[in-house]
């Protein structure tokens, strides 16, 4: 996920999410920084969406960190849509 704000300072925040607990915060920064995470994701056929507040939000938890619930919801709706562009599917076991 990735940003720019008025001055042109990009900001990303990368997700890492394996079907278990909370999606966690596995890295994040801004300028030169915010660029190498995108570099490596598109390098990796990985998603980006763009959406400033919930980047915003995202950007301030520390990195290693599960999301707050309170974020649960964007962030699943971020999460379907990577899986929906990406082609994959998600399973459920019981």
Same mark, same amino acid.
């Given at each position: 996920?990735?940003? =720019?704000?008025?001055?042109?300072?990009?900001?990303?925040?990368?997700?890492? %999410?394996?079907?278990?607990?909370?999606?966690?915060?596995?890295?994040?920064?801004?300028?030169? &920084?915010?660029? =190498?995470?995108?570099?490596?994701? =598109?390098?990796?056929?990985?998603?980006?969406?763009?959406? $400033?507040?919930? @980047?915003?939000?995202?950007?301030?938890?520390?990195?290693?960190?599960?999301? $707050?619930? @309170?974020? %649960? &919801?964007? @962030?699943?709706? &971020?999460?379907? %849509? &990577? %899986?929906?562009?990406?082609?994959?599917?998600?399973?459920?076991?019981?």
């Amino acid at each position: 996920m990735n940003h =720019r704000s008025k001055g042109d300072r990009e900001t990303a925040v990368a997700l890492h %999410y394996d079907g278990k607990g909370a999606p966690t915060i596995t890295a994040k920064g801004k300028g030169a &920084v915010a660029e =190498r995470i995108l570099e490596i994701a =598109r390098e990796h056929d990985i998603p980006i969406d763009e959406d $400033p507040a919930l @980047v915003t939000l995202l950007s301030e938890i520390p990195l290693g960190d599960e999301i $707050p619930q @309170v974020l %649960y &919801v964007a @962030v699943a709706e &971020v999460l379907a %849509y &990577v %899986y929906k562009i990406s082609g994959k599917t998600m399973l459920h076991k019981k």
